[in-house]
């Protein structure tokens, strides 16, 4: 049946190859990022729309479903892909960071996760990305990894909460996928090289890509009896 999806973190990465999938399946697709507009590339197919917001400030997100329902009609389903991670070290940490982060990763998704269970219709899906890094911390992750937490609570709240519409909630744990998220400057000083060298070992199939990693987030969003669910796709990091 064909959806309109919300995807966030649409320009780019993994939320740019899901709303590839979903374009080219025949779903309507609303993108949403900073940078995203009218100019992106994504709006060379028809059933796709560009919606720019700043995910970090909150005051953007009041009503964001609403203001989008009004625009392009019913939204069924929701990918919650936009995240930011700041890699700093411990005892550097920049208070700006911190609240980018925590407003991007968790608050805003949780205050869209309400809207879209208050105003999506019966049966909708919502999708949220995680990371290992909630489950297993790193030295220099310690506000990303504090946010992926909480929205992995966020996941199963919202999932009760959706379930007399049977609006189904779950998250994906990721392992690094290979998307610029990667190879930002980190506390490590390692170039952009170094760096995926480093994260491949440490996974035993190597690192993830995003059109694979949104070919299962699709097929999540369908799944009729999953909910509350938070599901591992991390190449086998953490089986170490
Ligand atoms: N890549 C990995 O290894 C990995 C591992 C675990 C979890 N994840 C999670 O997977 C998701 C996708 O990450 P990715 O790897 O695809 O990263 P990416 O390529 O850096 O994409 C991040 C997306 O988030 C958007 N975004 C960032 N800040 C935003 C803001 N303030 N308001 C609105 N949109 C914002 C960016 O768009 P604009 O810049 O245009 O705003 C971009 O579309 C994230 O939630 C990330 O935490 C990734």
Redesign the pocket.
């Known amino acids: 049946m064909k959806q309109t999806v919300l995807v966030?973190?649409?320009?780019?990465?993994?939320?740019?190859e899901t709303c590839l999938l979903l374009l080219k399946a025949g779903h309507n697709v609303v993108g949403?990022?900073?940078?995203?507009n009218s100019t992106h590339e994504l709006n060379s197919y028809a059933n796709f729309t560009a919606w720019s917001?700043?995910?970090?400030?909150i005051d953007e997100v009041a009503d964001l479903l609403l203001s989008i329902q009004a625009s392009v009609g019913e939204i069924n389903a929701l990918v919650?892909?936009?995240?930011?991670?700041h890699h700093e070290q411990f005892g550097s940490t920049k208070l700006s960071s911190v609240i980018?982060q925590i407003?991007?990763?968790l608050i805003?998704a949780f205050i869209l996760c309400e809207q879209a269970i208050m105003h999506m219709p019966k049966e909708s899906s919502i999708l949220l990305?995680?990371?290992?890094?909630a489950e297993k911390p790193i030295s220099t992750s310690a506000i990303?990894s504090a946010s992926?937490a909480g929205l992995e609570q966020i996941t199963k709240a919202s999932a009760l909460a959706g379930a007399e519409k049977k609006i189904r909630v779950n998250a994906v744990s990721?392992?690094?996928?290979?998307?610029?998220?990667?190879v930002k400057p980190r506390a490590d000083d390692l170039d952009k090289k170094h760096r995926l060298e480093q994260l491949e070992q440490i996974h035993p199939f190597g690192l993830?890509q995003?059109n694979e990693v949104a070919s299962v987030l699709i097929n999540l969003l369908n799944q009729p009896w999953t909910t509350g669910s938070v599901i591992k796709i991390d190449g086998g990091l953490t089986l170490n």
């Open positions: 966030t973190g649409a320009s780019s990465g993994i939320g740019y949403l990022s900073r940078s995203i917001c700043d995910l970090s400030k919650y892909a936009a995240g930011v991670c980018e407003n991007v990763n805003s990305l995680s990371s290992t890094l990303y992926k990721l392992g690094c996928v290979n998307t610029s998220m990667l993830g995003a």
